[in-house]
């Protein structure tokens, strides 16, 4: 192992010696990136983002969705493999026959919905492509309930803005947590999927079910959701930049590019 | 002969010139901070851990590698592995002194990359435009006819190899500049905005074709990658031309719009 550092390190002097001018401006960079006022400006520019793609696309209009044949032959697994809650581990056992997702908030009529009743209404089955921040992809078939039916049968308040998933994961220390406008959430490709690839969503996929928001990347795609919410402000929950990954590593809450 | 000076650049071209030379370094380094996340590419729709890459930067802890299909090279040091800060070991794909930030941070460089690349973008377009009116592409940039000749190309690389880049008089292109010019201006540069554009999943859903045109994101993912690396030639060919050819009088050009001309001594020293 010292002769390995030794070997870095004389590598690393001949790389000081040619590259301190970019050291210089590095350390500018590191210093801007301190700054509060470069950063905010920054992030206006990204937000620019969501506002361009917001008002020139058409709202409505389809991710890509793929043939049976495209489908990933092993699906990457990332994030929590499992929920953690007490409460989560106990469904697991049993099943999920006794699991309920809750939809409340701001809303008429807060339900209760067991796994059962979700699976029996309609359904739309569609096989996407999940973009992680990182930059990889896989491609599966998502089988689940269209997002928007939920929300008009708990009669959602005109004044709601946001839908916020609470979920049953720890992701080291804090709850994972996302959150769309209704824009994503009452897109038809917007489901929460309770099958995958043909059979039931395992556990190590987000069972039992899980949020597809197929325009934006995979830190929206909430596994292990218990409870649906529906809010006009994202600032009361946790951190509040509106979920678990915007928190914790300041990632863009608007996750379209 | 002070009074030599001739106007060369325009200002829509001096001003575009130096906001890209800021605009692309914050991208390539910032780039290759979000590359950092995810140092391996794919051809096709999908690529993850689960599947082959052509091309991945990893390390066995001790050693840094690069591996390009079945070919493996060792690239202790830079690639892979490298020391930050305090002489630490970094397991990163691409040292600290070459990204934006210069530690892992993946929201932070995103957020540069695509703040930059609105400016960059924006710069291309306008600056396509501002050509296109002001006359700099059919005048400077237009290959003609008689420059296509095999003879022609010949006998210009034979000046670049003699160091004579001025042959046919200071104030235009000769050909290995026009094809290397409209080379990065309108493929290069273009195709580095569509391949980003092919990544964003909005984009996917709104423009489609574009993931037709690039054969699935992951095939845009590598191609960003690979023009990524033709852009750092070009600018490193550039800048070694620019010393080869008179820096003093290139930078001022570039700077103030104008160019000392005449008498033409070239660097082998003969006047023409």
Sequence with gaps: ?257 | MADNLVQRHKATTRIWHWLNAVALTVLLMSGLMIFNAHPRLYWGEYGSREDRAWLEIDDTRTTGFVKVGSATLETTGVLGLSLGANDKVRRVAFPGWATIPTGYNLGAARRWHFAFAWLFALGLTGFMAASLLNGHIRRHLHIRKAEWGLGHIWGDIKNHARLRFDAHGAGTYNILQKFSYVGVIFILLPLMIFTGLAMSPAMNAALPWLLDIFAGRQSARSIHFICAALLCSFVLLHLVMVLLSGPINGIRSMITGKVRQAPQVNATGVES
Aim: with cysteine; proline share 4%.
């Design chain 1, 1 to 257: 192992m010292k002769s390995d550092r030794d070997a870095i390190g004389r590598r690393a002097l001949l790389r000081g010696a040619t590259l301190g001018g970019s050291a210089l401006i590095l350390s500018g960079c590191d210093a801007l990136n301190e700054s509060d006022t470069f950063r905010s400006a920054l992030r206006t520019a990204e937000s620019l983002n969501k506002v361009v793609h917001r008002s020139l696309m058409d709202r409505a209009a389809l991710a890509p969705e793929f043939i049976a044949s495209d489908i990933s032959p092993v699906f990457k697994t990332n994030g929590s493999l499992t929920g953690t809650s007490a409460e989560y581990l106990a469904h697991v056992d049993n099943k999920f026959a006794d699991w309920k997702l809750r939809v409340d908030g701001m809303v008429a009529n807060p339900m209760d919905v067991s796994l059962n009743t979700l699976r029996a209404m309609p359904a739309r089955t569609q096989i996407t492509r999940h973009d992680c921040v990182e930059g990889w992809s896989a491609i599966a078939q998502w089988q689940g309930t269209p997002l928007r039916l939920l929300l008009q049968q708990a009669g959602l308040s005109a004044r709601a803005k946001y839908i916020v998933f609470h979920c049953a994961d720890n992701y080291g220390a804090a709850p994972y947590y996302e959150s769309i406008d209704l824009i994503d959430a009452f897109h038809p490709q917007t489901i929460l999927a309770w099958g995958m690839n043909g059979e039931m969503l395992p556990v190590k996929y987000g069972a039992p079910v899980r949020l597809r928001v197929e325009r934006q990347l995979g830190y929206k795609q909430a596994k292990y959701v218990m409870r649906i919410e529906a809010t006009d402000d994202l600032t009361k929950f946790h951190v509040g930049k509106g979920g678990y990954w915007e928190d914790v590593g300041d990632y863009e809450w608007y996750a379209g590019i």
